[in-house]
């Protein structure tokens, strides 16, 4: 049952280091509340001390290019800060688009990027699209500082790269270049629920040959995923519908996946030749492959 | 209340504390508290403010829609002791005690309230959407209030709601203008 914790106010991020460094696992960062809190009320996580990000906000959630024509991402922006940011429009379509239909502005109002990626539940939005967009998240401690890259982020459920005394304070995303792309989000009952299954793809296009081609599901399984195989198979190719409907066909076949309450392994790989092809056909500008109905 | 409700637990050590909270422009104080309370909680059960309803308790259905520094937010999402110096508005605070604020009215006006059990979230989500976009598409007003769920009306009553108080305030508007 519920015991008695403590919420720490920290002012600064130095202060905020230092509080977790306590090597206890039940001293935990809370940003906007929004997983954490819920984990406590069902017992599954029982603090001894929460330190507050509140009052740090001010100073990590700018939203900046960056001289090399990247995009700074201040881990206590919230997401709503992200969804609004021109800079996010402009440079980072592909996040706002998967931030248009994360859950609702209620949520989107308190979440922060941070905790989107830090929460490591495997149905969120943001882990596949931080991944396509070869994400690299800057954390902290009094250890020192370093830098993971969102493939090496997520482990399983709520379990990610960060660790106990770790906060995230940015995500770095580097320049994308020209580049198409777009984010699926397929929801099992509403409109607004979790993903059931989440396809981030992105071509980044040099003299009408794909140049760089990313592609990575979210919510299969306990972790997002790229699809080497896929990426392989587009890049430096100009792929008609027929090829793209083979890729896509062949992916799905080739993925590891279980049977869960709410789709089989099989509706799974389903439901991801079917998208994975109008993914692709979109972003290749052949259509949104929408005529072929649920094919 | 439901049972996996955040119950406080007063026997062990270190369990009361007591903060303030800014509900409505006044400070309350709130006394005796295990800190793991959702501000859903400390408003319903501890201030006394019972307009902000209680479903999920999951973030899902947004009848207990509160604004925190001016940005909607779930209250039950929200832990009480970390909403301390923050400007909390509750459906409470939207009109003096007695009065319905236009959007009320509205709602009241179209048939847009039914059972009345989600009505304080969307009363408190259409506010928000009409401060930030006077005047608001279909898709906008969807959006807005997608999560805030009703098991009667079918929502139809309520979006005619929201775009009869749209048009009532830019009339009204209009009217200003005039020389
Ligand atoms: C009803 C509901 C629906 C949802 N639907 C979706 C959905 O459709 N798609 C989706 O992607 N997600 C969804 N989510 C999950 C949501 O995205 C997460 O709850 C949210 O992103 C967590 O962010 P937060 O700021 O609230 O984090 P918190 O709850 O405050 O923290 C979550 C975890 O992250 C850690 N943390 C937070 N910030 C940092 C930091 N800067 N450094 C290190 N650790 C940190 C905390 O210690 C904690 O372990 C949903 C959640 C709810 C409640
Ligand atoms: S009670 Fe808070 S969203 Fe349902
Ligand atoms: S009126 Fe009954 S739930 Fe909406």
Redesign the interface.
């Known amino acids: 049952?519920?015991?008695?914790?403590?919420?720490e106010e920290p002012r600064s991020v130095d202060e905020a280091l230092t509080l977790l460094a306590q090597g206890d696992e039940t001293v935990r960062a809370?940003a906007?509340?929004?997983g954490l809190?819920?984990l406590?009320?069902?017992g599954f996580f029982e603090p001894a001390t929460?330190v507050?990000l509140?009052h740090l906000r001010s100073s990590l959630a700018d939203i900046e290019v960056t001289p090399d024509g990247g995009v700074r991402l201040g881990a206590m922006a919230?997401l709503?800060d992200l969804e609004d940011a021109p800079i996010v429009a402009e440079r980072l379509p592909l996040l706002r688009q998967a931030l248009g239909r994360l859950?609702?502005?209620?949520?989107r109002?308190?979440a922060q990027l941070g905790g989107a990626i830090a929460h490591g539940h495997p149905q969120m939005d943001t882990p596949p699209v931080l991944l396509a967009l070869d994400a690299q998240v800057q954390v902290a401690s009094i250890r020192g500082a370093r830098t993971i890259a969102a493939q090496d982020m997520f482990l399983g459920y709520y379990e990610t790269a960060v660790e106990d005394d770790e906060l995230i304070l940015e995500v770095r995303i580097p320049p994308q270049g020209e580049h198409r792309a777009t984010y699926r989000k397929i929801t099992a009952r509403a409109?607004?629920d979790w993903p059931m299954l989440g396809i981030a793809a992105l071509v980044a296009t040099d003299g009408g040959r794909i140049s760089r081609a990313r592609v990575a599901l979210g919510a299969l399984t306990d972790r997002p995923m790229r699809l080497p195989d896929v990426e392989s198979a587009l890049q430096g190719s100009d792929p008609g519908s027929d090829e793209v409907e083979a890729i896509a066909r062949d992916a799905a076949a080739a993925l590891d996946l279980y049977d869960k309450p709410a789709a089989s392994a099989a509706y799974q790989r389903h439901i991801v030749a079917v998208h994975l092809r109008r993914a692709l056909l979109e972003i290749l500008d052949l259509g949104d492959g929408s005529s072929k109905g649920g094919r | 209340m439901t049972d996996h409700d955040a119950t406080p637990d007063l026997t062990g050590p270190d369990l009361s504390e007591s903060y303030a909270l800014s509900i409505n422009g006044r400070d309350r104080e709130v006394a005796d508290a295990w800190l793991g309370e959702s501000l859903l909680y400390v408003l319903r059960e501890r201030l006394g403010l019972p307009g902000s309803k209680n479903a999920c308790e999951q973030g899902e259905c947004g009848s207990c829609s509160v604004m925190m520094d001016g940005l909607l937010v779930n209250s039950c999402c929200v832990l009480a002791a970390d909403a301390v110096d923050a400007d909390v508005r509750t459906v409470e605070g939207l009109a003096p005690d007695g009065t319905l604020t236009d959007v009320q009215q509205a709602f009241l006006d179209a048939g847009a309230v039914q059972c009345g059990f989600c009505i304080p979230g969307l009363i408190v989500s259409v506010h928000d959407l009409l401060d930030r976009a006077p005047q608001p598409d279909e898709l906008e007003v969807r959006e807005a209030i997608s999560g805030n769920l009703c098991r009667c009306t079918g929502y139809g009553r309520i979006l005619q709601a929201v775009q009869d108080v749209a048009a009532a305030r830019t009339a009204a508007d209009a009217q200003e203008d005039r020389p």
Do not use: C, H, Q
């Open positions: 049952m519920s015991s008695g914790f403590t919420i809370i906007g509340g929004t809190s819920l406590m009320k069902y929460l507050s509140r919230t709503r859950a609702t502005v209620r949520l109002n308190a409109e607004d």
